[in-house]
């Protein structure tokens, strides 16, 4: 027969179980909130990825300093990359890089298994976008999407016809589409020196190069030597 104390002690006991399970769900959900946030940081890559820490430090890089580049090759001006002046306006990696559940599954096993290839091949836009299961149709539309780049007044750039009316009154426009639509990653480089594809032709373009970047010439070169 339970005496007064033990049947309070049974109860005291029964009572706990509510609030130990309560406070098992509240660490999960830190812990998976937590998790959540170094996922969407580029430390995250660098530790999970070996291939991936030399892209963590082109992304960690000063805007306006000498730095080097995913593959090894000195930049002279950080800021032609784009992982530098994407952090500079608060753009984190998953902003561009959004990957399916499949990719990385694929990606944790590649690198479980070492069967990847390196140095990494680069990923052109159609593959962002397909990897993150948008319409890869219109490349330009994933780098002018709304909230990305606006011109001096403040007002949003989102369409090709903006953004060539933007740099209209340059000597030479960078964003004329002459010679039919060029994609935005001809030019524009995440993790490497960015490249004046038009001086492929126009050797005058070579004057109107931003700060670092490169010409035709030198950068297909940085890329095939890299890839070779």
């Known amino acids: 027969m339970d005496t007064p104390s033990s049947a309070s002690n049974a109860k005291a006991k029964k009572s706990k179980k509510p609030l130990i399970a309560g406070i098992v769900v509240a660490v999960v959900i830190v812990a998976g909130i937590g998790f959540w946030t170094w996922h969407n940081t580029p430390g995250f890559c660098g530790v ?41 306006a608060g753009v984190e990696c998953l902003s ?32 962002l976008m397909e990897n993150s299961g948008q319409n890869s149709s219109d490349e330009a539309a994933f780098c002018l999407k709304s909230g990305c780049h606006t011109d001096a007044a403040g007002a949003e750039i989102t369409t090709r016809s903006q953004l060539m009316d933007v740099t209209a009154d340059r000597s030479f426009n960078p964003h004329s589409n002459h010679h039919g639509d060029a994609t935005c990653s001809d030019c524009h480089k995440s ?3 960015s490249v004046m594809a038009c001086t492929e032709c126009h050797n ?19 890329a095939e030597s890299a890839l070779k």
């Open 191 to 193: 993790h490497r020196a």
């Open 96 to 127: 561009c890089h959004v990957p399916s559940l499949g990719q990385q599954i694929g990606e944790v096993t590649e690198t479980i298994t070492g069967d990847y290839y390196y140095p990494l091949a680069e990923t052109s836009i159609t593959e």
């Open 204 to 222: 005058d373009a070579a004057a109107s190069m931003p700060q670092g970047w490169v010409d035709y010439k030198t950068g297909k070169q940085i």
């Open 48 to 88: 999970c990825h070996t291939p991936m820490s030399t892209y963590v430090d082109t992304f960690e890089a000063q805007p306006g300093t000498p730095a080097v580049d995913k593959w090894g090759n000195n930049v002279s001006d950080a800021s032609s990359m784009l992982a530098v002046t994407h952090k500079q």
